[in-house]
């Protein structure tokens, strides 16, 4: 299938920047749409930004104005700026695709989670 690998987080202080990358590979056919989950201890895993084939983006409300997503279509590669950071953005940020993929000569359905990577905001 497609596997996600991330990079990019670490420790920060409030007010602080950090770019999360996130890389597909395998047998790709498309990829649709690409985004960044996020899980804090306790909580739920929650949407913070995805972006559609043709670039349309949605954002959760806490983030809007501080985060941007992107992709790089070519290096099949998500990204997510994260600016002016919180302590309350501390949390596993994952990645998460949906695409079609050759098995074959078939074209499959599927989707796939990248392992997580830790962002820290320290106050």
């Known amino acids: 299938q497609v596997q996600l690998v991330e990079s990019g987080g670490g420790l920060v202080q409030a007010g602080g920047s950090l770019r999360l990358s996130c890389a597909a590979s395998?047998?790709?056919?498309?990829?649709?749409?690409m985004g960044w989950y996020r899980q804090a201890p306790g909580n739920q895993r929650e949407l913070v930004a995805r972006?559609?084939?043709?670039?349309?983006?949605n954002y959760a409300d806490s983030v809007k104005g501080r985060f941007t997503i992107s992709r790089d279509n070519a290096k099949n590669t998500v990204y997510l700026q994260m600016n002016r950071l919180k302590s309350e953005d501390t949390a596993v940020y994952y990645c998460?695709?949906?695409?079609?993929?050759?098995?074959?000569?078939?074209?499959?359905?599927?989707?796939?989670w990248g392992q997580g990577t830790q962002v820290t905001v320290s106050s």
């Open positions: 998460n695709a949906d695409y079609q993929w050759r098995e074959g000569w078939a074209i499959r359905t599927g989707g796939s």
């Open positions: 395998g047998s790709i056919f498309s990829i649709n749409t």
């Open positions: 972006i559609i084939n043709g670039g349309r983006t």
